[in-house]
Structures are given as C-alpha cells and as structure tokens.
C-alpha cells in the first residue's frame, strides 16, 4: 500500500506564491509520473502539471510560465512551485503518484487566492 501526504496548501493573496509537496510512502517500488491536479467548486478535476521519471514536464496552459512542478526521487516527492496566483487558481490541489500499474491520490490540500 502507498499513502501520500500533501502540504503546503493555504491562503494567499492575489500575486503571491504557494509551494505544494507530496511525499509518498509505504510499498514504492518505482514511480512513473508524478503530477497535481485540481478541483473547483462546482467544477471537474483537471490536470495542472504532471513530470514523467525522465523529467519530461507538462503543463495546463492556464499555469504555464506561473507554476513549476518538479520532483525528488530520492525522497519520493513532488512539488508544485505557484508564483502569481490568481483568484482562479482557487481549488482543492491533489496530488498523484503512478507507481507500477497503480494510481495513488493524495486527499488533496486547499488553495484560496484572495483578491
């Protein structure tokens, strides 16, 4: 079993930065990609950015040039670096671990954007 751990989330205004991580534990034999989503309210989860074991980066172009995800394999972590928020960015931000076969979420860190 794996379990994530997300930190990191909080309240912020308008223009600041958040920095998210997740770190996982448990039976990890190896992560493929590693990625955060997010949900609104009233809205779907969606992809914000997700980076293969090579490093290879994907980004949702609503957050492109604004947030950076990377990672540690060492620590089996990832983090999601958000400069400039926006009221918008506002959501419950998750965080998943491909590990084998498997996919594992975390339960998701709160980010509110003030404005």
């Known amino acids: 079993q794996v379990q994530l751990v997300e930190s990191g989330g909080g309240l912020v205004q308008a223009g600041g930065s958040l920095r998210l991580s997740c770190a996982a534990s448990g039976s990890i034999f190896s992560i493929n990609a590693m990625g955060w989503y997010r949900q609104a309210p009233g809205k779907q989860r969606e992809l914000v950015a997700v980076?293969?074991?090579?490093?290879?980066?994907n980004y949702a172009d609503s957050v492109k040039g604004r947030f950076t995800i990377s990672r540690d394999n060492a620590k089996n972590t990832v983090y999601l670096q958000m400069n400039s928020l926006k009221p918008e960015d506002t959501a419950v931000y998750y965080c998943?671990?491909?590990?084998?076969?498997?996919?594992?979420w975390g339960k998701g860190t709160l980010v509110t954007v003030s404005s």
């Open positions: 998943l671990h491909q590990v084998g076969p498997m996919d594992y």
């Open positions: 980076i293969t074991s090579g490093g290879s980066t």
